[in-house]
């Protein structure tokens, strides 16, 4: 799926392009190696290979390459749960982009929003950030998810224990957004 994204609304940013291409087992180093990066594994909870690859075959996961640019070239990752969830609750497991700051991760989300209500029909599109994680919840606040709450020292990182907060997007809140010219068309 490539989409031109929106431009922020507050820079003059020009529109970035990316896509989500289904991730292959030959692009698990790529994705192993920037999910290790020592600039990432502050801000998640890193896998092993064996859970990747059961990610890119269950069928209530979807794992994506981003891809981005003029030559449309690996940004980074993201991970959908949830994809066949009778509650039509989907969650946003990961999104780690490598290069920081070009856009490529608020383009990213506007397409993973796009995934999650137009082609796998949720209700309810949730995620949960570490709370040191600034940047991140900054994108997510800009980009319509609400906080639900906080999970209070509820992963165990080298740094101790740590808390996440739970966001979310509902189906209606994305429609008024769309209608408001915020969101990627149909």
Known sequence: MTTPSAADDRTARAPVRVRLRPTMQSDLEYVLSIESDPVNL????????TQHEAAIRFPDFR??????GEGLASVGFLILIGCRSPHQSLELKRMVVQAKGGGFGRAALRVAK??????????????DVKTHNTRAKALYDGEGFV??????????SG???????VMSMLRSEFAARRGQGLELVA
Not at 63 to 68: C, L, V
Not at 147 to 156: A, D, F, I, K
């Open 147 to 156: 906080v639900e709450g906080t999970l209070r020292e509820s992963v165990r």
């Open 63 to 68: 794992h994506f390459i981003i891809e981005g």
């Open 159 to 165: 740094r101790g224990f740590e808390s996440l907060i």
């Open 114 to 127: 796009k995934v999650a209500f137009d082609d796998l029909g949720a209700h309810r599109f949730w995620l």
């Open 42 to 49: 502050p801000f998640i909870t890193p896998w092993e290979r």
